[in-house]
């Protein structure tokens, strides 16, 4: 079993910066991919960002290359996601996820434990 609490969510204006990190404890974390997903009102759950369990591999959804960092502490068991120049569209609650295997991917189903979620409000 793993647990997973998200934190640093807030809000923020338009153009600014957030990081948000999510606490992994319960089974060696390394043997774990991980993913950020968000869900805006009203909308599904999308794919956002995801490491593999060594760190060395890393997706992010198109509407968010080169604004977002994926990173990965294994050593403190926390995984964090840099958000820079935020829009008003990056507004959702944010869930961080750990799937059984350390390989990532970049869909809900794929993940098998979730954090409670961040909410992350940008304002224009």
């Known amino acids: 079993q793993v647990q997973l609490v998200e934190t640093g969510g807030g809000l923020v204006q338009a153009g600014g910066s957030l990081r948000l990190s999510c606490a992994a404890s319960?089974?060696?974390?390394?043997?774990?991919?991980i993913g950020w997903f968000r869900q805006a009102p009203g909308k599904e759950r999308e794919f956002v960002a995801a490491?593999?369990?060594?760190?060395?591999?890393?997706y992010y959804t198109d509407s968010v290359k080169g604004r977002f960092t994926i990173s990965r502490d294994n050593a403190r068991y926390t995984v964090s996601l840099q958000m820079n120049s935020l829009k008003s569209e990056d507004t959702a609650v944010y869930y961080c996820?750990?799937?059984?295997?350390?390989?990532?991917?970049?869909?809900?189903?794929?993940?098998?434990?979730w954090g409670q979620g961040t909410q992350v409000t940008v304002s224009s």
């Open positions: 996820a750990a799937r059984r295997s350390p390989i990532a991917r970049m869909t809900t189903h794929e993940y098998d434990y």
């Open positions: 319960g089974r060696t974390v390394s043997s774990n991919a």
């Open positions: 490491i593999s369990g060594t760190g060395g591999t890393t």
